[in-house]
């Protein structure tokens, strides 16, 4: 999920067009390293070809539809590899949450190499993050969400709370993003920077207790 995610976030901001060769080069290293982590682990060709997919995107990162392209068809890949232990409703879920997530992180610290970056383009990624949030719990919680955390409520717990922490953080991000200085986009940036910590936990959590 969270490659997939990795993989359709740059393809969306190199869709965007506000970022150059440089972020594309940033995010496609990213993606190609988790890629080849999980190609490694599940030994899946599929995860292999995505990869490629992805250097593909790099090496044709001054022409942006070829990039968004390459960068979809990898997304498409991996979320392939992802099928083989998730349906496939949570898994669109997950990639959309954490990859909004996850690539709204990644523009914020390129705000550091060129400050002039439109804030809109966070503000969205971080929309798109709450809203894969809101979906994604409320999807697991048709699923017997409830039920697993009653029956281990010390995860249930932990769940509930990193689940507020991340509603809170993206918040934050939002509120941040409104402030006209640039210490707005910094506070935005650190603040996305734990949301992406605490949405793996949503994520993971939210898996186990509905298993």
Known sequence: MWVAGLAAGGAMVAQWRVVGRGYVWLSTAVVALVGVGLGAITGDPL??????????AALVAHRPPAVVAALLTAAAL???????????????????????VTTEMMLGHWFLVDP??????????????????????????????MAGA???????????????????????????????????????TGLS????????????????LVT
């Open 116 to 145: 002039q970056l439109p804030r809109w383009s966070l503000s969205r990624l971080a929309l798109f993050g709450a809203g894969g949030l809101v979906i994604d719990v409320g999807y697991l919680a048709t699923q017997g969400l």
């Open 78 to 100: 991996f979320g392939v590899v992802g099928l083989v232990d998730s349906s496939v409703i949570p898994l669109i879920t997950g990639v959309v949450f954490l990859g909004a």
């Open 193 to 208: 920077y734990l949301a992406v910590l605490t949405a793996f936990g949503v994520a993971v959590l939210g898996r186990m």
């Open 47 to 56: 995860a292999w070809l995505g990869t490629g997919a992805v250097a593909v």
């Open 150 to 188: 009653a029956a281990e409520p010390i995860l249930g717990w932990a769940y509930l709370a990193l689940t507020i922490m991340t509603a809170l953080l993206i918040a934050g991000v939002i509120f941040s993003l409104k402030e006209p200085g640039y210490a707005g986009v910094m506070a935005a």
